[in-house]
């Protein structure tokens, strides 16, 4: 008896004539076979319904090098064969099985069962009349019957899709075929046939993986390996389309058009690895010159020109060019709306122009595609900071600089406001108070922006100044009234006590 869940019964499942070999007895006499093969079959039997495919597999090698006329062996060996997904190899060894023994119609039954997932169904159709001639069992003859019906089948409908390729109904083509492969499912032909009508039907992924299976179905599939190359290059995946074209190539060191194709994509690849190489350095000028001779190079290829300006949108945003960025994410953005990429670097340039509004709403969007991106959710509360700190105190305003100046660009704008705003430049008495007021918001701005690491703080949208900022409320903003000011030399680097400064 075959154990339930037993490798044997899980292939009876589906081969259901393989759970013959396990009947099988050996038989000297008829076979002829000397003790040494018969410890190979009975051994290799054991092993195979344990599940030890290769300790199997090499039992049943030794029985057919022992006895060359043995078809229990060439049909166990086959059985192996086809439990470790090698139906290619299964193959010969059931066509041996059956000139060593003719009225053998497991084999035949299991050979057409395997011509017809090839797709090769006039050799099918052949062995199963032939099952049908030589007094099979009850069950051998309804299997029979009922796959010759099923190869019946298919010859109609691979009639029906060549007919619809033939008149350019691509989507009708791949209706028959989809029904033809779920029993052909090794015909090599068939899913090169489907996928010209995917890639008709402008759907090269689904091409892709038909080639795929076709590549590894037939022997030397060059032609296979070059189509999967150039599709995945019109994707824009380079780095598959090199891979692929290589495979190509080590079939055919001298195939013209996959030598020609894959010259192209070694190049443009190097031109890619190279800007990404740049912009790891920080070197985002060279980069984005890098990305725009991609451009040049593939201006055929949208998909190219997309990932080009998405990358260059990323080197501006870095380098803080925010003009440039946005006017470059914005493109990218017009052709992808839901590119998360733009969106963040957008964003960030967005920052930098103190355009908060906008930037929300790109960081927003971009969470709606990525919710567990951090670096959206971190930006997305940076640019709500940002927003409400905007509308009470900005230190750059005050400076009349912008958010990515230079510290001598802060010294020197903080030095002319203070020789402008100084109390003492003032008689009147509400315009002395207001100058006060303007000068302790200048000296305050000079303080943080001064200071690495409050004006960090600030950047990221909390004042260094504000009580309330800091500590979650209570306490007056402004902490520093003109008192505490008074002495503080503005066109000193150091502390604000210095001397007291007058004008006259």
């Known amino acids: 008896m075959v154990a339930p869940g037993s490798v044997t019964s899980r292939l009876g499942s589906v081969f259901p004539f393989l759970l013959v070999l396990v009947d099988l007895q050996y038989e000297g006499a008829e076979c002829g076979v000397n003790a040494d093969v018969e410890k190979h079959l009975e051994l290799g039997k054991k092993l195979l319904a344990a599940g030890q495919l290769a300790d199997a597999l090499s039992q049943f090698h030794a029985a057919v090098d022992g006895d060359p006329d043995n078809y229990i062996a060439y049909y166990r060996r086959a059985t192996v064969f086809l439990a470790m997904g090698k139906s290619k190899a299964a193959l010969p060894d059931l066509t041996k099985v059956i000139e060593l023994k003719m009225d ?75 029904k033809i492969l779920e029993v052909c499912v090794w015909d090599a032909e068939l899913r090169e046939l489907r996928a010209e009508c995917f890639i008709k039907e402008g759907e090269p992924r689904k091409a892709i993986s038909d080639l795929k299976a076709a590549s590894k179905l037939k022997n030397d599939n060059t032609e296979a390996f070059y189509k999967i190359s150039t599709l995945y290059y019109q994707l ?60 040049n190079m593939e201006p055929s290829v949208s998909e190219y020109t997309v990932r080009s300006k998405e990358r260059i949108c990323h080197c501006f945003s870095k380098d803080e060019k925010p003009v440039e960025a946005i006017r470059v994410c914005s493109e990218v953005l017009q052709m992808e709306p839901d590119n998360v990429n733009a969106l963040k670097d957008r964003a960030e340039a967005y920052l930098i122009e103190e355009m908060y509004d906008e930037a929300i709403q790109d960081y927003e ?98 004042d260094p100044l504000d009580a309330e900022s800091q500590q979650g409320g209570g306490g007056s903003p402004f902490h520093r009234s003109w008192n505490s000011w008074q002495g503080f030399n503005p066109f000193s680097s150091g502390g604000p006590f210095r001397f007291k400064f007058h004008f006259n």
């Open 236 to 295: 824009g995946d380079h780095e598959l389309s090199l891979s692929e074209v290589r495979e190509c190539l080590k079939l055919d060191q001298d195939h013209k058009r996959c030598f020609a194709h894959y010259k192209q994509v070694k190049k443009l690849n190097k031109l890619i690895e190279s800007a990404e190489e740049l912009i790891r350095d920080g070197r985002y000028t060279d980069a984005t010159s890098k990305y725009e001779s991609v451009m």
């Open 104 to 178: 053998f119609t497991a084999a035949r039954l299991q050979r057409g069962h395997l011509l017809l997932k090839q797709g090769k169904l006039d050799e099918a159709e052949d062995d199963f009349k032939k099952v049908l001639k030589s007094n099979p069992s009850e069950n051998e003859e309804k299997e029979a019957q009922s796959q010759l019906l099923k190869s019946d089948e298919m010859q109609r409908l691979r009639s029906q899709a060549l007919d619809a390729f033939a008149s350019s109904d691509y989507p009708a083509a791949i209706i028959f075929l989809d």
């Open 365 to 462: 969007t971009a969470q709606e595609h990525n919710e567990n991106d951090q670096q959206i959710r971190e930006g997305l509360e940076k640019a709500q900071r940002l927003l409400k700190q905007s509308q009470k105190r900005d230190y750059y305003k005050i400076l009349g600089v912008k958010r990515n100046a230079k510290k001598q660009e802060i010294i020197k704008a903080y030095r002319k406001l203070a020789l402008q705003w100084h109390p003492d430049n003032f008689q009147n008495e509400e315009e002395k108070k207001k100058a006060e007021k303007k000068f302790i918001d200048i000296a305050a701005a000079k303080e943080v922006l001064s200071d690495p690491e409050m004006r960090k703080k600030f950047d990221d949208g909390e």
